[in-house]
């Protein structure tokens, strides 16, 4: 009998893509690694032959002109990304121009929010403060009432706090 007839369907699909990912592989090789792989040895190979087959003065004039060769398309790579960077420099300073005013009003209202939430809370704290400052003898009554390791609330302390509480 033949193979093919014999496969099921999904080993069918497995073969399939089995020869599709080898075509690929096939195809990287072909046509990304071997051009990369031959430009560097062409790099490598064609100025080392050169250094050994040329007089001085002809060595002279062909490195200058590999050297045209090569830095004519650095320079055409590097100047595209230079004009990015300088547009994208003149953009960002336009986008700036027009949300700076929104920035600064957002900056205006941010920090009138957080002097009024500073305020606000100390407001809020304050009597929470003072009233625990002022229980405070409750509470070492209560926890410690019975118990020889009480611990002794000085009174000069308890009046220096609630000065320095109604002083704020």
Request: charged share 20%; net charge positive.
């Amino acid at each position: 009998m033949n193979r093919k007839s014999e496969a099921s369907p999904t080993q069918a699909y497995q073969e399939y893509l089995l020869r599709g990912r080898i075509a690929h592989k096939r195809q990287i090789r072909r046509w990304l690694i071997l051009p990369i792989a031959g430009f560097g040895a062409a790099t490598v190979l064609i100025p080392l032959f050169l250094a050994l087959t040329l007089r001085s003065d002809q060595l002279g004039t062909v490195a200058s002109f590999m050297l045209i060769f090569l830095f004519v398309p650095l320079f055409i790579m590097l100047i595209i990304l230079y004009l990015i960077v300088v547009s994208l420099t003149f953009g960002m300073a336009k986008l700036y121009g027009k949300t700076s005013g929104i920035m600064r009003g957002a900056y205006t209202v941010t920090h009138r929010l957080n002097t009024a939430t500073t305020v606000i809370s100390k407001r809020v704290a304050a009597p929470v403060i003072a009233i625990s400052a002022r229980m405070a003898w409750l509470e070492r009554f209560v926890l410690f009432r019975g118990t020889q390791n009480a611990p002794e609330v000085e009174a000069e302390t308890r009046d220096q706090l609630m000065r320095k509480e109604d002083s704020e």
